[in-house]
């Protein structure tokens, strides 16, 4: 489960419980995001460690989530940008939507 902290920008991992009763732990952090951070979504079977994050800041971060570096930033002509998503078959593409 992701959580962000304060409105920052910030992701974190938060502590939920499983299937056996132990929790999980935080393993990384991504820092990138100058607004509200509203979806993120992560690529398909082929590439497991990249995910891709929409924010209030009017950006989509295509991020490495092992290394938690940023891979590509693309700035939007909205700042209201409300969901984003990879395309899962070659993971090749991203996808968003919001309020413009």
């Known amino acids: ?4 902290s304060k409105n920052d920008g ?3 991992t938060t502590s939920a ?9 935080a393993r ?3 820092k990138g995001h100058f607004g509200k951070v509203y979806a993120m979504h992560w690529a398909g079977s082929s590439n497991n460690d990249e995910l891709v994050s929409a924010s209030q800041d009017g950006k989509l971060i295509v ?7 940023k891979k590509q930033a693309i700035p939007l002509r909205s700042s209201w940008v409300m ?3 990879f395309e899962q078959d070659n993971n090749q593409m991203v996808a968003c939507g919001g309020l413009d």
């Open 1 to 4: 489960k992701l959580k962000e």
């Open 10 to 12: 910030l992701f974190e």
């Open 17 to 25: 419980p499983n299937l056996n009763g132990q929790g999980l732990k």
């Open 28 to 30: 990384r952090q991504l």
């Open 63 to 69: 991020w490495n989530a092992q290394t938690t570096l």
């Open 83 to 85: 969901t984003c998503a």
